[in-house]
């Protein structure tokens, strides 16, 4: 875990100097974060009152360990208070959320959610986010697992008094105790004589960095717990815009039961923000409560998927009421208002109207997503489009939903769960694909996510098999450029991806694929599907922990830049009967951000054109390796215990092909 190790007296001596603002700020900067001016402005203010409380208490020399990031997430707490408890000796925290609010009020009736003067956005209450902190760190941290009370949380206001802030309900505290705790400038007393009870007077240096360096749980693949999460109601934990998006919908719900006007929730985010946990909580919560509800998507792959992983869990035999997985297409002639809450995932895939078979909807898709539900709620990654006919984004479903006559709850989310919850490497792909300004730069190198240039083909699969045969799943995608055969041959995928050489199939088209092959729909999901390469139909709304991606003759380097080459895909969304499509480049573009933040907990790039993968050499520093000759041609490429070793005979690569496939789930 990354942290600003220090204690309450060097906070009150580097405040003091003027100089505590500018240490933090340092020390995220170099960790990949960006810092802004409110930041600074709670770092001088904030820390210095949390600290004068704990060594007027007598702690004074506790380890604090500021702005600490949270595991696989690029959220940070801002405190987290490390020592011994006073009556064991045993090491316990305390998770601290500081806030500088002098009041707050209940946000529009959503009792978990308040409204802060000079803030646009509603807030989660306080309380509720520590209490959400601790549960996550209790989750994914197994040292904790044994006593969970040595975590405990707190809320320190402290230019607020007690009567200016709102209470938390009952029904969202924690059952763990202590969890929650909130203390405000007219109970000072409290704070002080809390701290004192719980922690020794000593620095325990153990206690830190026990937390500091606790193993990490990895990661599950969201869609691997989906449907055990809906049927047996577990909480996913949601932090801060999470929990604010997942309120403004409940309260949605209350009021549609009040008989109130409807009002239509929008989140956006980048791949990773936690878009998908949210959907899945609320179905979740929503299913437990015995409502109608809906999710959807524009994608066969995704959806597919979903119906699969419910139909393979057990069924609470008290469940009345069962989430439905269906298609953005599916609502054409549904009833107004006929659902309770319809989930839209993946909404940036919402086509301009729905179309089955000869049938056209006759308004526009959004409204009908918009009409069939008491509380319509849109999921979605702007820059994620990857298809003409896509024309989903937040202005347009916030512009329909007024039209209408609805208001709209906007959040945008802005942490990042993928990528190791690495909050460089996404920046770091979108100035390389040129969708920020700015010119791309060197990978910084980041602990918590590995990237790497493979030389070959051949290096990124027998780079990536051994975690796939590992339970670590892995796979392989490409851009959309060479021929896609969907008739299987003797039992066999016909091997369409070649490259010097070397052939793999793309996944599988038909419903009923060759035996030992799954279909494309499962490829990211069935750890057969290693064996053939995806493409960015199969790939988005699914996550692996390791990615390989090869870049095509699609998107190549000239002059410095990436350039656009719509000519050499065979994507029929991008080029069909030798038209380019309108907006070609932002789509190539947009599809390869979306197979280059799939990966978990790294990525392998490789591209098929020399000019770009000598510009990548420059872009991606090389694994710390040794390199032992052991034949001719070959050398034995030893490297840290996270790369496995890898015969490398590097091969200069020539394309034999240009790319394939036209529609979704091809």
Known sequence: MLAFQTTPN????????????????????????????????????????????????????????????????????DVILAGAERSSNRP?????ELKQWSWATVYDEAENLVRVPGMREPQPHPALQVQTY??????????????????????????????????????????????????TKDRLDHLRTYLRERFAPWRDRAAAERLLNAAVRPSKQLLAVVAHEV???????????????????????????????????????????????????????????ERTIAHATGSKAFTKTLQEFARNQPRDPEQRTAPVFNYFLDFMSSPPNSIDVLVCDEAHRIRDRSRRGGIVGKVPQVHELIGVAKVPVFLLDDDQVVRPNEVGSAPMIRAAA????????????????????????????????????????????????????????????????????????ARISAGFCWPWTQESRRGRLAPDVSIDGWQRPWNAAAARPPRGIPSGSYWATDPRGFDQIGCIYTAQGFEYDWSGVILGPDLVIRDGQFRSEPTKSHDGAIIRKGRVSEGADRLIRNAYKVLLTRGMRGTLI?????????????????????????????????????????????????????????????
């Not at 995220?28 to 770092?43: H, I, K, M, Y």
């Not at 316990?92 to 601290?96: G, R």
């Not at 052991?630 to 394309?655: C, E, F, K, L, Y």
Request: proline share 7%.
């Open 10 to 77: 060097q906070i009150l001596e580097l405040a003091e100097a003027g100089k505590l603002a500018g240490r933090v700020a340092a020390h995220l900067s170099a960790a990949g974060f960006q810092v802004n001016a409110s930041e600074r402005t709670s770092w001088k203010e904030s820390l210095p009152a949390l600290a004068a409380e704990l060594s007027a208490g007598g702690l004074g020399d506790l380890d604090a360990l500021v702005e600490c990031q949270l595991p696989r997430s690029s959220r940070r707490i």
């Open 92 to 96: 316990v925290y305390a998770v601290v």
């Open 134 to 183: 601790c549960s996550y760190l209790a989750d994914f941290l197994p040292v904790l697992w044994d006593w969970p009370d040595s975590v405990h949380g707190l809320v320190f206001l402290h230019n607020a008094d007690g009567h200016r802030i709102p209470g938390l309900p009952t029904e969202s505290l924690s059952a763990q105790a202590g969890r929650s705790l909130v203390f």
């Open 231 to 289: 049927a047996s109601r577990r909480h996913l934990v949601l932090l801060d815009e999470q929990r604010t998006a997942y309120e403004l919908v409940m309260r949605g719900v209350r009021w549609a039961d009040q008989g109130r006007r409807k009002r239509v929730v929008v989140v956006s985010g980048g791949p990773g923000s936690g878009k998908s946990a949210i959907a899945l909580s609320l179905l979740a919560d929503l299913a437990r409560e």
């Open 402 to 473: 007024e039209g209408l006559g609805f208001e709209v709850d906007y959040i945008h989310l802005g942490a990042q769960f993928r990528c190791g919850g690495s909050p460089r490497y996404e920046r770091w792909v979108m100035h390389l694909l040129g969708l920020a300004e700015g010119s791309p730069y060197r990978w910084p190198a980041d602990d918590d996510y590995r990237v790497a240039l493979a030389s070959s083909p051949q290096e990124m699969e027998a780079l990536l098999r051994p975690r796939n045969e590992a339970g670590q799943p």
């Open 606 to 666: 490789l591209s098929v054109d020399p000019e770009t993968q000598e510009f990548l050499a420059g872009m991606i520093p090389p694994p710390r390796t040794t390199r032992v000759q052991t034949a001719p041609g070959v050398v034995r490429v030893a490297q840290n215990s996270s790369q496995p070793p890898v015969q490398r005979d590097h091969p200069t690569h020539t394309t034999t092909g240009a790319a394939g496939g036209d529609s979704d789930g091809r």
